[in-house]
Nanobody
Framework: QVQLVESGGGLVQAGGSLRLSCGVS????????MGWFRQAAGKERELVAA????????KLADSVKGRFAISRENAKNTVYLEMNSLKPEDTAIYYC?????????????WGQGTQVTVSS
């Protein structure tokens, strides 16, 4: 069974930065494409960033391009979401997800989420 655990969320002022981490256990981390999603109150879950199994392919939502970056360290079984220039509209629960394969459009495994709150 694959387990994903997010960390690094919190309260930050607008313009600030946070780095989210997601540790993966249970199977070979390098077998999985990874993604970060978020869900704000009253809104649908949306894909924020995705990264391929090797880290060679990345995708960012238009709303976070130039501010967020996704990366992974396969030796540490961890994927990161670096968030800079945060805005109040970035406030949401952020979820890490994993999928078998090189690069994913649908995901099989999910973490429990970590809250990010950006104050104005």
């Amino acid at each position: 069974q694959v387990q994903l655990v997010e960390s690094g969320g919190g309260l930050v002022q607008a313009g600030g930065s946070l780095r989210l981490s997601c540790g993966v256990s249970g199977r070979t981390f390098s077998s999985y494409a990874m993604g970060w999603f978020r869900q704000a109150a009253g809104k649908e879950r949306e894909l924020v960033a995705a990264i391929s199994r090797t880290g060679g392919t990345k995708k960012l939502a238009d709303s976070v391009k130039g501010r967020f970056a996704i990366s992974r360290e396969n030796a540490k079984n961890t994927v990161y979401l670096e968030m800079n220039s945060l805005k109040p509209e970035d406030t949401a629960i952020y979820y890490c997800a994993a999928a078998e394969g090189y690069f994913a459009t649908t995901y099989d495994y999910w973490g429990q989420g970590t809250q990010v709150t950006v104050s104005s």
